[in-house]
């Protein structure tokens, strides 16, 4: 018991610690607008676009879709930056040299980023509820949180397939970037995936949110976590397929970096 | 390659011969058996904490867009050495000679070409598991810190990375830090920080661990002089507590202060490995002439170097001029010759002294590399 007591501590001291070091451009007034302006913002431009192309009632549609694809920003934007930030930080010595589990350095970089994105969704619903454009009346908020969690979580897992990129290449923001706008469209946050061609389709299913965004949509009009737990399973387990093939590639960077004699050019 | 012959002294009576004969064959008897086991009692017995045999390690790259060319660069050319527990043990070299990538190698950051190398006992390529948490290393430079954190933050990260016990922490990490100096800053964002004092705090992370075995890859690179002295205590007193280290400097004076033994290393091989009073010898025969020029040109260098009894010369370029620096048997003997070949040159200062670590360094890398290029010529 002690043991794992200890365990858990390292891992929230890594994890917190890692996130201060890494956020770089983390400052309290760049922090704050990021929580509170960007989802603002966002909801704002599509919700707008939404209610100008098809209608007032169709809002709810456009708010909830946009408030989770706002998870993206920390689970994208944040997580590539604790990982590859390390690059930048000429640190990738120190911690592809230093004994502790790469599974444990891998997904302590997202946790916080993690909790993070849940608040910025739950910013994003509050605007909508402030501007009138959703109602929670019969939403069920434990499963709402839940969905909110399992998006954020398998966003955070493409984030840190992504990081790993950031580790080999000078061009992470392009992709960063080119994701998040990808989501955007994909997603379903601003389009039925049904009006998608049908290989776009299968894209937006392979992708992280997609059924977050669907069970977030389903709950606030009353469903129970029961009916979208199908949904909630697909997204959780697409998250933890990136969160592998990210850590795979975490390793495989890791020990091509020692047999090509790379870590030093990363 | 120049080695001490107190290594190869004969053993005097029955107890030194069997602990001769303990220290000379058992390990090659179980070196030569290979297992990993057998390999950690043969370095028991040696007492070695390191162990490289024939290390060598060679990159490759491609050049070219179109017509990809393999490009292969040796680093280290199978170089062998070992390092006793409690050494303080320095390797010298110019830029480019190796020395970071050997360290890389024996950090587990870099596999091997081909060659072995053991630490306490650990292979650095299949052992990386259990050697880790035994060593400690840097880098030269300000790299490698997390500038947004504390130093103290630095130091919790990193003991986090380590596995180290919270409560262990919360009495390491102060110590450390009154060890380096630190103590007064510790809390201010490393960003802040001089060089020195990033330097310090790297010696601070790398000792987090407590580790038996220390690698030092030119800790006071780019610091000034009163924060490279500082760097040269904090090593000292670690040597004092018979820290395993393993240095590496380009400045002489700093592996002649502090190192029980030195290898020069060039060009990825070994040219001499011994004690720094030996490595003296090597230019005992010598003179060393500073000329201090003003208007020196390369034309008079080549003269310089075109001389009989000139041994080797190095410029030195300062602001005001430059320092030239002529090796020669015949000492204050040759300032009259050396001098005429320096016409049109304003010679400010004359000065002859006694060969230092550093005379016998650059007789040790250029004539290396002089007989190179009197093979390659004769070819």
């Known amino acids: ?266 | 390659m120049f080695c001490s012959d107190e290594f190869i002294r004969p053993p005097r009576g029955t107890i030194e011969a069997m602990s001769f004969i303990a220290r000379y064959y058992a390990p090659s008897i179980f070196m030569r058996c290979g297992c990993d086991a057998k390999r950690r009692m043969a370095n028991f017995l040696m007492n070695n904490a390191i162990q490289v045999t024939n290390l060598r390690r060679v990159y490759k790259s491609y050049v070219g867009v179109f017509r990809r060319k393999l490009k292969e660069v040796e680093a280290v050319k199978g170089i062998s050495f070992e390092v006793a527990a409690g050494e303080l043990f320095g390797i010298l070299g110019p830029n480019g000679a190796g020395k970071t990538t050997t360290v890389k190698m024996l950090t587990t950051l870099l596999l091997p070409t081909s060659g072995t190398a053991t630490i306490l006992g650990h292979d650095v390529v299949r052992d990386v598991s259990a050697l880790r948490p035994r060593i400690g290393f840097i880098f030269g430079g300000e790299r490698g810190l997390y500038w947004r954190l504390s130093g103290m933050d630095n130091l919790k990260y990193f003991s986090s990375l380590y596995q180290i016990d919270p409560a262990v922490q919360a009495k390491r990490i102060p110590y450390l830090l009154e060890l380096v100096g630190l103590k007064e800053r510790a809390n201010e964002k490393v960003e802040g920080y001089s060089r020195g004092m990033k330097q310090r705090l790297h010696i601070a992370r790398t000792l987090l661990n407590d580790p038996e075995v220390m690698f030092l890859d030119e800790p006071s690179i780019g610091l000034d002089p009163v924060a490279a002295r500082d760097i040269r205590r904090v090593v000292r007193d670690l040597r004092d507590e018979k820290k395993t280290i393993l240095l590496t400097t380009h400045y002489m004076f700093e592996a002649d202060e502090l190192c029980k033994r030195i290898a020069v290393i060039n060009k990825g091989e070994i040219v001499a490995l011994d004690t720094p009073a030996n490595l003296k010898r090597v230019v005992q025969d010598l003179s060393v002439v500073e000329l201090e020029v003003k208007m020196f040109t390369p034309d008079a260098l080549e003269r310089l170097k075109g001389l009989p009894f000139v041994d080797a010369v190095t410029v030195q370029e300062r602001e005001q001029n430059s320092l030239v620096i002529v090796q020669s048997p015949r000492g204050a003997e040759a300032v009259s010759e050396l001098l005429a070949q320096l016409n049109g040159a304003t010679v400010q200062k004359v000065t002859v002294r006694e060969p230092t670590l550093e005379d016998a360094y650059v007789r040790l890398v250029e004539g290396m590399d002089e007989t190179k290029k009197e093979g390659a010529g004769s070819k």
């Open chain 1, 1 to 266: 018991m002690h043991q794992l007591i200890t365990n858990l501590k390292l891992f929230w001291q890594g994890a917190a610690l890692s996130y201060v070091a890494l956020f770089s451009w983390l400052r309290p007034t760049t922090f704050l607008a990021s929580m509170i302006i960007f989802p603002l913002g966002q909801i704002l431009f599509f919700t707008l676009l939404g209610i100008f192309a098809t209608g007032r009632d169709s809002a709810s549609f456009y708010l909830i879709g946009n408030a989770m694809q706002i998870t993206a920003s920390a689970g994208i934007f944040g997580v590539t930056m604790a990982i590859g930030g390390e690059r930048w930080a000429g640190t990738l010595m120190y911690l592809f040299g230093a004994p502790a589990n790469r599974l444990t350095i891998f997904a302590g970089r997202a946790t916080i980023h993690i909790f993070n994105g849940v608040v910025q969704v739950l910013m994003g619903l509050a605007w909508g509820l402030v501007l009138g454009w959703v109602s929670f009346a019969h939403t069920d908020p434990l499963a709402l949180g839940i969905t909110i969690l399992i998006a954020t979580f398998s966003t955070a897992a493409l984030g840190l397939l992504l990081g790993c990129l950031g580790l080999v290449t000078l061009n992470i923001m392009f992709i960063n970037n080119l994701v998040y706008f990808l989501l955007l469209l994909f997603s379903g946050a601003n389009l039925p995936i049904t009006a998608l061609p049908q290989w776009m389709q299968y894209i937006s299913w392979s992708l992280p949110l997609t059924r977050g965004i669907a069970a977030a949509r389903f709950i606030v009009d009353g469903a129970s976590l029961a009916e979208v737990a199908p949904l909630l399973v697909g997204e959780f387990f697409i998250g933890v397929g990136y969160l592998v093939a990210g850590y795979v590639l975490f390793r495989i960077f890791e020990i091509e970096a020692k047999r090509r004699g790379t870590l030093e050019a990363f």
